[in-house]
């Protein structure tokens, strides 16, 4: 059984460059999430998508960061032009639909390096 | 979302037992209280949830006194690899966005 999966592991990029965070669920999980996490805090939320649909954006911390989820599975995380605020872990999560417990199962996170 | 207070830090001995406190005074009626584990270079792992009184699993036990507005967690005999970053999250669902803190980083020493 496959967790959560999450590609690159690590990405360095110079500032002003886009980049492109991939997020495998567990399958059949209808619940996606995005968290950011800077070193020695716990991580933030980003966005949280049902199925293909984006119901909660709230986290995103500017118009440079976007999230989809076209076919309801695999999601990808889109920063352009970042810049070195944006060097952190970003971890993805997925849950059962329904699911009553806060269970979510995380991946291994993407390292990301601004320079 | 309840906000939660716990120590930024503690160290214990191998075979020792080590309990962990939380507070969560604003903690709604249908909150529940849960705990997650995060090692270095991997992301948060689910270990514990509760709602009221006693919680044991394979890994811990999570107590919560009558009026909920604390919980500990226990951890029997913690080993070198139990070191690790604990969080303690109160809310509902696993369909809504998880709050962490900046967690308790326990140290285990030989």
């Known amino acids: 059984g496959a967790g959560v999966s999450q590609s690159p592991r690590y990405k360095v990029a110079k500032r002003g460059q886009d980049v492109a965070l991939r997020c495998d669920p567990i399958s059949g999980h209808v619940s996606l999430f995005w968290y950011q996490q800077a070193l020695g805090q716990g991580p933030e939320f980003l966005t949280y998508?049902?199925?293909?649909?984006?119901?909660?954006k709230s986290g995103l911390p500017s118009d440079r960061f976007f999230a989809e989820r076209p076919e309801g599975s695999v999601s990808t995380l889109k920063i352009q032009r970042t810049q070195q605020e944006d060097s952190a872990v970003y971890l993805c999560a997925s849950s059962h639909r329904g699911g009553s417990r806060n269970e979510q199962f995380f991946g291994p996170g993407t390292r990301l390096t601004v320079l | 979302l309840a906000k939660t207070t716990q120590p930024i830090s503690m160290d214990s001995y191998e075979g020792q037992e080590v309990n962990i406190t939380c507070s969560h005074n604003?903690?709604?009626?249908?909150?529940?209280i849960t705990w997650y584990q995060q090692f270095p270079s991997q992301g948060p792992r689910f270990i514990i949830q509760g709602y009221k009184t006693k919680v044991t699993n394979e890994v811990a036990s999570l107590f919560i006194p009558a009026d909920r507005k604390s919980s500990t967690l226990s951890l029997p005999r913690v080993s070198l690899s139990d070191t690790a970053v604990y969080y303690c999250l109160v809310g509902f669902s696993g369909n809504t966005p998880l709050v962490f803190g900046k967690g308790t980083r326990l140290s285990v020493i030989a």
């Open positions: 604003n903690i709604a009626t249908n909150d529940y």
């Open positions: 998508f049902q199925n293909e649909a984006q119901l909660d």
